[in-house]
């Protein structure tokens, strides 16, 4: 199992930048990748970024060239840098865990999000 906690969020302007922060504890040598996904009031959770622990990544095409996504190397954490933020970026973030192994195959463990809401 891992627990997933994230941090970072609040509120900014739009044009400025936050960084989000993710935590991961418990049997994170069975994770593979991190990620972000948010929900916008009114709207579906949406993929946001991810980074494999081989540095891939990857980018809804809505932050490519705004938000910068990276994984620590002891699978334990990873970032959401955000910049330039715009109104329609408000929403809750939430980190995941993707997990793999041979006896639980694979999972996804959330963290419970942090806020972040952009003014014009």
């Known amino acids: 199992q891992v627990q997933v906690v994230e941090s970072g969020g609040g509120l900014v302007q739009a044009g400025g930048s936050l960084r989000l922060s993710c935590k991961a504890f418990?049997?994170?040598?069975?994770?593979?990748?991190m990620g972000w996904y948010r929900r916008a009031p009114g709207k579906e959770r949406e993929f946001v970024a991810r980074s494999t622990t081989d540095r891939v990544t990857e980018y809804a095409e809505s932050v490519k060239g705004r938000f910068t996504v990276s994984i620590d190397g002891g699978n334990r954490g990873a970032s959401l840098q955000m910049s330039p933020l715009t109104p329609e970026d408000t929403a809750i973030y939430y980190c995941?865990?993707?997990?793999?192994?041979?006896?639980?195959?694979?999972?996804?463990?959330w963290g419970e999000g942090t806020q972040v809401a952009v003014s014009p």
């Open positions: 418990g049997n994170t040598e069975n994770v593979n990748a």
């Open positions: 995941v865990a993707e997990y793999i192994s041979s006896v639980d195959g694979p999972k996804m463990f």
